[in-house]
T-cell receptor, first 114, second 112 residues
Framework: AAGVIQSPRHLIKEKRETATLKCYPI?????VYWYQQGPGQDPQFLIS???????DKGSIPDRFSAQQFSDYHSELNMSSLELGDSALYFC?????????????FGNGTRLTVT | QKEVEQNSGPLSVPEGAIASLNCTYS??????FFWYRQYSGKSPELIMS????GDKEDGRFTAQLNKASQYVSLLIRDSQPSDSATYLC????????????FGQGTTLQVKP
């Protein structure tokens, strides 16, 4: 079965650079979520989209922005990168925004800021 | 107080034993609860979902939900070394928002 696809898998950037992470949800999934997971920490919710509109916002820095496109893929744009942004970034998708719609996660993008 | 709390462990059980993982949540009107398994450096993998009070069984896994006590648990029967991972409890809030909140995870070690 098709899964959530994230690219790139690994990304190395320097401080103050920008990065763009991409997420392709499972076909027919209309809701996308972004999470950040630091070493030894639980996934922290950043932002979500439903039908191309922002649905909810978590602990996403103002330096980050995201959007969902007409084909439902999503991109997370990160500017003025800081060392503390080094983490695993997961995208997840669900069939609807309903409370009984489990999230299915992609393999993540490991971002390293040097 | 974190919205979703778990004992970080590690929880160590011998192969073939029952592993019991626990989770409490703070939002009394939360409606949807999930257990994810995460291997180191990998993505969370959905194991179980539960929405109603009581037990739900799927193979070696049983999820238990008690909304009055704001408590959800996961039992793993006949634990295998391959079950060694971090188990994340996750809860959707009371409103229909796009925000699934995770606990800090419990590390399970199954010893051969």
């Amino acid at each position: 079965a098709a899964g959530v696809i994230q690219s790139p898998r690994h990304l190395i950037k320097e401080k103050r650079e920008t990065a763009t992470l991409k997420c392709y949800p499972i076909p027919r999934h209309d809701t996308v979520y972004w999470y950040q997971q630091g070493p030894g920490q639980d996934p922290q919710f950043l932002i979500s989209f439903y039908e191309k509109m922002q649905s909810d916002k978590g602990s996403i820095p103002d330096r980050f922005s995201a959007q969902q496109f007409s084909d439902y893929h999503s991109e997370l744009n990160m500017s003025s990168l800081e060392l503390g942004d080094s983490a695993l970034y997961f995208c997840a998708s669900s069939h609807t925004r309903g409370l009984d719609s489990p999230l299915h996660f992609g393999n993540g993008t490991r971002l390293t800021v040097t | 107080q974190k919205e979703v709390e778990q004992n970080s462990g590690p929880l160590s059980v011998p192969e073939g034993a029952i592993a019991s993982l626990n989770c409490t949540y703070s939002d009394r009107v939360s409606q949807s609860f999930f257990w994810y398994r995460q291997y180191s450096g990998k993505s969370p993998e959905l194991i179980m979902s539960i929405y109603s009070n009581g037990d739900k069984e799927d193979g070696r896994f049983t999820a238990q939900l008690n909304k009055a006590s704001q408590y959800v648990s996961l039992l793993i029967r006949d634990s295998q070394p391959s079950d060694s991972a971090t188990y994340l409890c996750a809860v959707f809030g009371s409103s229909n928002t796009g925000k699934l909140i995770f606990g800090q995870g419990t590390t399970l070690q199954v010893k051969p």
